[in-house]
């Protein structure tokens, strides 16, 4: 038990979660959050036009 | 031509709903792994000062594992009590999150459909400009809804944060091995042979008496954290009964333009 210490005490669903950095899930939230901006923006744009 | 721009439209929002599950997936990531790393980091700690303690006191490994097991497993069911509760919170703030998004995607649904109705009535609706402006004034509802749900999506990123960086400041406080334990002492040969000929005497006294320490800073804990446990789930009731209020507030004024 001692010896024991890559114990993983939390399920997840998420495939092997260590091999992941914070980091770099924080630059893919900020990439998929730009993605949701500019598709809200294009979104915007449509409504518009269909408004004539 | 406009035909095709109400497909994009609909593709749009088909986009925005794999974007958004994606954002949902990368937000746990983050506070699972964050919190999991400094929860893990903790145990460490306290496996990594048992070790020490048992070379220090010539301790037997077989001898205490038991009673070191029972130790280590009560630290990690205290940490991950309040682990779960943060966790529920940010789930069901996601929940909110994704009852928005999928209410701004009925609204741009809405907005298309009026939009249709209209294009296809557009020369008897030029003759009656009272009913082209219910159109038009039913059309700028759904974008108002659309709009006013970022309010309560902005609201709900808000809180998520605050939630994984609370409970990361709430690890920092604890502290079951204190100041004086972390201590270590340097020894000399001499000091070390003393200590030898202690340990053959008391060095099982000594080492009990750190369990103990432990595990009443374990229990401590354990009592501090239940309040604490009490407020966070408050809290987030609180916080989702104010979400509540804002999408009924939100989803009053789309009916009574529309009606």
Do not use: W
């Amino acid at each position: 038990m001692l010896e024991d210490l890559d114990v993983v005490f939390v399920d997840s669903q998420m495939v092997n979660l260590k091999s992941y950095e914070i980091d770099m899930f924080q630059s893919q939230l900020k990439k998929v959050r730009e993605k949701r901006t500019q598709k809200i923006r294009r979104i915007a744009k449509v409504i518009d036009e269909l408004k004539g | 031509m406009i035909k095709s721009k109400g497909m994009e439209l609909m593709e749009l929002i088909n986009q925005l709903g794999q974007i958004e599950t994606i954002d949902t997936e990368i937000t746990f990531a983050i506070f699972r792994s964050s919190t999991q790393k400094k929860m893990e980091e903790k145990v460490n700690e306290l496996i990594n000062k048992i070790k020490e303690q048992m070379i220090t006191y010539g301790i037997e490994n077989k001898e205490y594992e038991e009673q070191n097991d029972k130790i280590i497993a009560k630290y990690k069911e205290v940490l991950k009590k309040m682990y779960t509760e943060y966790e529920n919170s940010i789930i069901s703030i996601q929940l909110e999150m994704q009852e928005a998004e999928s209410n701004q995607k009925v609204a741009i649904a809405g907005f298309k459909k009026i939009a249709d109705i209209k294009r296809e009535n557009i020369a008897a609706l030029q003759n009656n400009p009272v009913q082209l402006q219910k159109y038009i004034d039913k059309e700028n509802a759904c974008i108002v809804k659309f709009n006013d749900y970022n309010t309560i999506l902005d609201e709900c990123l808000i809180e998520t944060e605050m939630c994984r960086k609370e409970f990361l400041k709430e690890l920092d406080k604890i502290h079951v091995i204190t100041e004086e334990m972390r201590l270590v002492k340097k020894a000399s040969k001499f000091q070390e042979i003393i200590q030898k000929i202690k340990n053959v005497f008391n060095g099982k006294k000594y080492y009990e008496a750190f369990l103990n320490n432990i595990e009443q800073n374990i229990l401590n804990l354990e009592s501090i954290n239940e309040p604490k446990i009490k407020e966070v789930s408050n809290q987030n009731v609180k916080f989702i009964a104010t979400i509540i209020v804002m999408r009924k507030k939100i989803n009053n004024s789309f009916k009574l333009a529309v009606s």
